[in-house]
Nanobody
Framework: VQLVESGGGLVQAGDSLTLSCVASGFDFDIWNMMWYRRATGKERELVARITTNGDTTNLPDSVKGRFTGSRDNAKSTVYLQMNDLKPEDTAMYYC???????WGQGTQVTVSS
């Protein structure tokens, strides 16, 4: 299993970013995929679960209405669209899936005020 995230960066508050996670080594179509984040000094937090049919669930209140997940099974890729970013969204973002404890290396999102 390999998960490779990309799309992070340094943005200003109110900006948007789309993270991508390209998966390989497993049958992507049959796995729900998750996006997590970990901010410095904080616990890891689930920010989106993208089901096999593309629904986004398990959004915490802090991102509801701003974050949306999606997937392209033909490309074995899951996305996280993040709008109206806030400084508190600053974190390393990881995708998870393909096995019980398979993670990507993460992509850093930094939001300046």
């Amino acid at each position: 299993v390999q998960l490779v995230e990309s799309g992070g960066g340094l943005v200003q508050a109110g900006d948007s970013l789309t993270l991508s996670c390209v998966a390989s080594g497993f049958d992507f179509d049959i796995w729900n995929m998750m996006w997590y984040r970990r901010a410095t000094g904080k616990e890891r937090e689930l920010v989106a679960r993208i089901t096999t049919n593309g629904d986004t669930t398990n959004l915490p209140d802090s991102v509801k209405g701003r974050f949306t997940g999606s997937r392209d099974n033909a490309k074995s890729t899951v996305y996280l669209q993040m709008n109206d970013l806030k400084p508190e969204d600053t974190a390393m973002y990881y995708c998870k899936g393909g096995c019980l404890n398979c993670w990507g290396q993460g992509t850093q999102v930094t939001v300046s005020s």
